[in-house]
């Protein structure tokens, strides 16, 4: 062999088995001993020379390798050991001679050996080249003698002899089955696949494993080679094939396509390049010879091999299926034959003697060792077999190793490059021992050169190579990366430090585990304070506290501190909110110099929306519906203000009877009847009927204020004394809110006080021949329903006619007397007595009483005492005399006045007057209008109007009071009855 061909010694096994060992000069092999159970005798290291010749000598059971005569290698075989152990030269020669100018191109593989030296140690690697139809299946859509024996002709070279035969797949010696073709000889004897007779469309196929990587095809064919061929490919186990080359004795006619070389413009002028191109040729389609023809397809052939290691020619070379389809036979000339004719078939068939499928096991230049695939068992027993599982190095795995094995992505995967020699290995992740997870990450390794970003890090580590501490941790000062307790917790207040808690590194002067405290929180060892002026420690705020912002004009002292945990600034008394920086309700124009913040609005409770409440700023009142003024303490026009004795009841109308009790709506009553209860018997009204107190305005009633309150019962004239139970059950406020727990004054009928929620009873007595009943010492809540039931005992005889119920006001001395205290103090003892205030035909009066009566009455004129002979009389204030004061009166459009004889005025139905009064001072006060009788079972209704006309000097009105509550606006008639 010439100086420079590059020679490859292959040794591969397990410990002492050599399965193969293959010595290669370019790509044929010339010696090989398969399967053969052997023993390494000597393994020398080889002579410093530069120059080097090689022998490689066999004798009777040993090998030896020699450089420049050194004995470098020595192996004995026994063959006796298996029988299937063979050896054999390619050429009859007892020795085989080369030189090498460069050592690296001898490679050394002895498994088993301390000497060993792996052809991947220092360089990209490739596994040894064969068949690969060794140990592997071929299959074809026809074969001969399937069907029963089937005669066939063979044409000789010169085709003057013609050899006839039977194919039987049934006899051993007559049949030709695909595997023929693979087998070389057997025992001297030429062995061949034949097709059918007559079959032009006939297909060989090789299904492999896995990937293989494939160089170049024989076929050597027993009969004429086809007319026409393809040979194809598949990457994905046969779903999609692709062309290599087609095969024709006229390209044009068979396939359309115009014969050519790879890169040459095809027939309608597109040029593309060798790697992409598929050419047809006719080199191996000729009529000649009849046998021994050969159809030789090389992968590089005709492609540029400048770099060998470009992805385009690297994927060209990689399949998992081989397929070469026979499209047309060659008839000697004989295009007109019958194909049904038995005869001529007998000569037109394909067969083929031997067929090479050159291929190695693909591994990206990973490896130069393979190994069976799982199913694949047993096969390392096959004589020069090429397996498909490659032994990866370099830190690959996969069958081809075609990705990094586990936790080796620091670098990105590349082949082999068989060019330079350079590895491309994968290097192992550097996650410093706290993980053994990690992947590869292309922009990290564009950035740093590293790519390998660790998964999952352990022992409180983070970071692409676990090589910081987690949130929450810091970096203990002297110890290694790799230990596992380099990180430990931040011993810090998390809500008062930075999104880094502590310092996780020693840096700038500040050691590794102190806490970074947020800008609002004090620097201290856990940071777990606010600083002054500050409140509310939080780990949602980014600051970590919050600004107490204190109104200094609403502070004690004007401070600027608050509450640590709420941020309640120390107000003023009458300044509220959290920075004292508004009144409270009830106060406005807030200042510093005010020693209590704000002052007190001067509102008028009833007529301001919330009572009490004012512009904070200036003081003015919000007014409801009717009122207006500054305090809210005028009154629109258009609205009077009633007394609370203007919601009554009319129990003729609803409630519900308990006993014998009934209803009459005709007679001489207040409204359209009464309620006529005898003895053992009552009547509840219920607030959700009639609004009780409030008769049909519930609304009305409900803005009573929570108070103790009297109910007045007008009656026809008792027939005798009766006991009478009033019951206040209360059923809950309107709005659905929770009753307020409110407690009225203790009164003479209650020992104990009186609570404006639950059930109140209260016990009368009617005295014969009175039309009126006062029960006093009700306690009601605002905005409150209840129930009013009326029982009447089994004392007196005949029945009580009840005409209506009247919530009213107590009566209040200061408010009778209001110029004279002695007379209010007489007043308030003549109630404490139980004094009589009603008039009832036949009542008595006690000395005691009668007593008070005379001086409470001393100075009142006699008009005021009429219709109070046993009962308190109250002094009027004004009195306006029809008959004195004609001239006052305006009558409806300006018409004259009707007097009658006695001088009084008659006022027809549908007429009205108005006349002017004098109410001296203000306060509550009744109006007493005198009349002359109404016939039985009349009833004249009469609407009186009081419209206030301003003070007679002209000034302002004042916010006036009566009794405590302010003036209501409601613009009802009130009914005279």
Known sequence: RGSGDFVSVRFSGEGDLIGDLTITFGQEPVYFISSCTGRQIKFESLPEDSTKLWTIKKKDNSLTLECNDVLVLEYEFDSSENPRCSAAWSEDVDAIMFKSIDTASVKFRAVGTDEYESLCANSS?????????????????????????????????????????????????????????????????????????????????????????????????????????????????????????YFAYDCQKVFQMRERELGEADEYGVKRHPDEDVICTSKYSMLEPAQGGEVIYKVVRGRPTSNTNRASLRNLLLLTNLRVRFVQLHTLGDDLWDPDDAEAKKRYFYAVEDWVVRGSCFCNGHADLCTPMPGMEGSEMIKNMINGQCDCQHNTAGSNCERCMDFHHSLPWKPGDPNSGEMHACKECTCNGHTDRCEFDEQLYAETGDGGRCLECQHATAGAHCDRCVYGYYQVDGRQYTDTDICQPCNCNEAGTTSEICASVTENGVEAGTCICKANVQPSAKCDTCKPEHYGLDAENPLGCTACDCDTRGTQGAATTCDIETGQCVCKENVGGQACDVCKNGYFNMRSEDAFGCEKCTCNSTGTENEGECDPLTGACYCKDGFSGYNCDEIDPGYFVPQVDHWSYEPENSGVIEGDGYRVTDGNSSGTGYVILPKDSSITQSSDERGFPGGDDDEVAATLPTGLYDLLIHHEPAESDYEVTIQLDHLGKYDGTEPHNYQCAVNKNSATPQQAYGSQVITVTVKAGSTVTRVEGLCMDEGSQYDVKLSLGDEGTGTLKIKDLVITEPLDPDQAYPEDPAKAELYREYQELGCPMTEVPGQEISNECYRLK???????????????????????????????????????????????????????AGSSMTVPLNPGMGGLKDLVLSHNPVEKNKQVTVKVTVTHKGSKDGSDPKSFKCNGQLIRPYSALIPLL
């Not at 071929?138 to 002899?161: D, F, I, K, M, W």
């Not at 001393?858 to 004195?884: H, Q, R, W, Y």
């Open 125 to 245: 690697c490739y596994p040894r080249w064969g068949n690969l139809l060794k140990g592997r299946r071929v299959t074809a859509n026809s074969t001969c003698g399937q069907e029963g024996p089937e005669e066939y002709c063979l044409v000789s070279n010169n085709r003057e002899e013609i050899m006839c035969d039977t194919c039987d797949e049934s006899n051993i010696y007559k049949q030709h089955p695909p595997n023929y073709m693979k087998d070389r000889r057997i025992k001297s004897r030429t062995t061949w696949w034949k097709a059918e007779n007559g079959e032009d469309k006939v297909t060989l196929q090789l299904d492999l494993e896995t990937t293989f990587q494939f160089t170049h095809l024989i076929m050597v064919f027993y009969s004429f080679r086809p007319g026409a061929m393809v040979i194809e490919r598949s990457i994905d186990y046969g779903k999609t094939w692709m062309p290599y080359q």
């Open 854 to 908: 005379t001086q409470l009455e001393e100075g009142m004129s006699e008009d005021d005492k009429v219709g109070c002979e046993t009962s308190l009389c109250i002094p009027s204030v004004d009195i306006f005399d029809f008959e004195d004061d004609k001239d006052k009166i305006n009558t409806d459009g300006g018409s004259e006045l009707a007097v009658d004889e006695g001088g009084d005025v008659i006022l027809p």
